[in-house]
T-cell receptor, first 115, second 110 residues
Framework: DAGITQSPRHKVTETGTPVTLRCHQT?????MYWYRQDPGHGLRLIHY???????DKGEVSDGYSVSRSKTEDFLLTLESATSSQTSVYFC??????????????FGPGTRLTVL | KNEVEQSPQNLTAQEGEFITINCSYS?????LHWLQQHPGGGIVSLFM???GKKKHGRLIATINIQEKHSSLHITASHPRDSAVYIC????????????FGKGTRLHILP
């Protein structure tokens, strides 16, 4: 357990509405990630952060934005939700493992349904 | 072609059987992860390895860097091992990028 929580855990919203998902960590890790998981696909990186106010895009970043104003919180925003963004969203942190290789630990996930 | 391929995609076995899940990858890597995801549940890291073999309880993970292949073995399988097992690789020189396989769905029958 790397002290990662996500909120909300479940959300149903309508097309065109803004949605913000929150990831909170308690261990002061530098790297944080947002992934989405869909049937038939592996986990796909949306955005990641390597420090406060330092973020970068992943492979499926279109339609998403992120913010990290403090170390412990990484927010994912869907400015105008679409049905294609119905998915399970996982937050992750990177923690130093053995031999300097970083190991990822995941939050419990947020199930988002866009009607 | 996916950079990380797992086989089989689905596997059903009887309790007690020896299970092997395979992962092949096409990029240079600095580390490989095996993850477990129970139905409706979160994702748990089982192993991270860069060479050789690691063992934890009934789980064994091996990696052959030259062949770009890893296996996850479960000995004396149990219904509670039923889950999706995901292989993921950290691309060499790209500490920020992890490539995930699509997962292997394992169902152990009592």
């Amino acid at each position: 357990d790397a002290g990662i929580t996500q909120s909300p855990r479940h959300k149903v919203t309508e097309t065109g509405t803004p949605v913000t998902l929150r990831c909170h960590q308690t261990e002061n890790h530098r790297y944080m990630y947002w992934y989405r998981q869909d049937p038939g696909h592996g986990l796909r990186l949306i955005h990641y952060s390597y420090g406060v106010k330092d973020t970068d895009k992943g492979e499926v970043s279109d339609g998403y934005s992120v913010s990290r104003s403090k170390t412990e919180d990484f927010l994912l925003t869907l400015e105008s939700a679409t049905s294609s963004q119905t998915s399970v969203y996982f937050c992750a942190i990177s923690r130093q493992g053995l031999g300097s290789y970083n190991e990822q630990f995941f939050g419990p996930g947020t199930r988002l349904t866009v009607l | 072609k996916n950079e990380v391929e797992q086989s089989p995609q689905n596997l059903t076995a009887q309790e007690g059987e020896f299970i092997t899940i395979n992962c092949s990858y096409s990029v240079g890597i600095s580390a490989l992860h095996w993850l477990q995801q129970h139905p409706g549940g979160g994702i748990v890291s089982l192993f991270m390895l860069s060479s050789g073999k690691k063992k934890h309880g009934r789980l064994i993970a091996t990696i052959n860097i030259q062949e770009k292949h890893s296996s996850l073995h479960i000995t004396a399988s149990h219904p509670r091992d039923s889950a999706v097992y995901i292989c993921a690789v950290r691309e060499w020189g790209r500490d920020d990028k992890i490539i995930f396989g699509k997962g292997t769905r394992l169902h152990i029958l009592p």
